[in-house]
């Protein structure tokens, strides 16, 4: 296997390879793989995968586990762990996400209120919102804060995120539902995740507020991690006949060219 960095098309040409220091290029490809395969790896197999002798893959496991990167389940399997989660947050306040997000209402005022968020904790952070020409009883604003486990746009990260890292954010405490909607344990937002990261998008049916109905679509990263979640919001009563198809194909558009701008890319259509 030839190892390569993680977005080798965003570099500019210079005509000379670069030098890569091959300890780092072999964790960021084992860190790669698992982000790919979405289910945990034996040693063996990622030893097998990435054509390296054991006793190599056991080192690189064992300070990826260091440092939270990895996480070993009780069969002794790997996975991603939460220590990735950071780095997804960082590079959000250093992007010009919200720069891009505006960008693309520039010449039009949206019918829907179209909303930006990141996760903070167990919370969505709302940075950037196009509050829509229509009613909605609710209005967003730029530093607002709503449960990630309610929100659309919320689910919509949590859904591309690593089960480890979904309970390492939430805790072992009990969900909070709010109008009495929503899961009250993580096991029960797990399922509903699930379900989202395959079909690709979140529902929120009145989850947040009586009345309101929002789609989320992820807004991906170079590494197809995901580092915000964009969502259009409207009144329920005002989903016509097609139960909201053309918001939901909307938001999905729109989260797909915010992911290009950002120089980010889609996960492989084959997960689930």
Same mark, same amino acid.
């Given at each position: 296997?030839?190892l390569?960095?993680?977005d080798? &098309?965003?570099?500019p ?5 670069p !030098? ?19 289910e ?14 054991k006793?190599?893959?056991? $080192? ?5 586990? +260091?440092?939270?990167?990895l996480?070993r ?5 790997f +996975?991603?762990g939460?220590g990735v989660?950071?780095?997804?947050? !960082?590079?959000?306040?250093?992007t $010009?996400i919200?720069?891009e997000?505006n960008a ?13 968020? #990141?996760?903070?904790?167990p ?5 950037a *919102? ?20 309610? !929100? ?13 890292a979904? =309970?390492?954010?939430? &805790?072992?405490? *009990? ?9 009250? =344990?993580?096991?029960?937002?797990l ?8 079909? $690709? ?5 009145e989850?947040v ?6 789609f &989320? ?8 991690l995901? #580092?915000? &979640?964009?969502?259009v919001c409207?009144n329920?009563?005002?989903? $016509? ?10 938001v999905?558009?729109?989260? =797909?060219?915010?992911?290009? +701008?950002l120089?980010?890319r889609?996960?492989p259509?084959?997960?689930?």
């Amino acid at each position: 296997m030839q190892l390569r960095p993680l977005d080798p &098309g965003s570099r500019p040409s210079t005509g000379l390879s670069p !030098a890569l220091v091959p300890a780092v290029s072999r964790a960021l490809t084992l860190l790669e793989r698992l982000a790919q395969q979405r289910e945990p790896m034996s040693l063996a197999r990622l030893a097998s995968e990435l054509e390296l002798p054991k006793s190599s893959v056991h $080192g690189l496991c064992n300070t990826l586990l +260091r440092f939270g990167y990895l996480h070993r389940q009780d069969d002794g399997a790997f +996975r991603i762990g939460p220590g990735v989660m950071p780095l997804a947050e !960082a590079f959000v306040a250093g992007t $010009g996400i919200t720069q891009e997000f505006n960008a693309l209402w520039l010449d039009a005022e949206p019918d829907e209120t179209i909303i930006l968020s #990141v996760l903070n904790g167990p919370d969505v952070v709302y940075i950037a *919102a196009r509050n829509g020409r229509r009613p909605l009883g609710l209005a967003f604003n730029v530093g607002m804060r709503l449960p990630a486990h309610l !929100a659309a746009t919320g689910k919509a990260m949590l859904a591309f995120q690593p089960a480890d890292a979904v =309970r390492s954010r939430f &805790g072992s405490t *009990a969900l909070a539902p709010m109008n009495g909607r929503g899961p009250k =344990r993580v096991a029960d937002l797990l399922v509903e995740l699930k379900l989202i990261h395959g079909r $690709g998008y979140s529902i929120d049916d009145e989850g947040v507020r009586a009345g309101v109905y929002c789609f &989320g679509a992820p807004v991906f990263d170079a590494a197809a991690l995901p #580092v915000a &979640g964009l969502g259009v919001c409207l009144n329920k009563a005002m989903l $016509g006949e097609d139960a909201g198809a053309r918001h939901r194909d909307a938001v999905l558009r729109a989260a =797909r060219t915010l992911t290009q +701008r950002l120089g980010g890319r889609q996960p492989p259509s084959d997960r689930s």
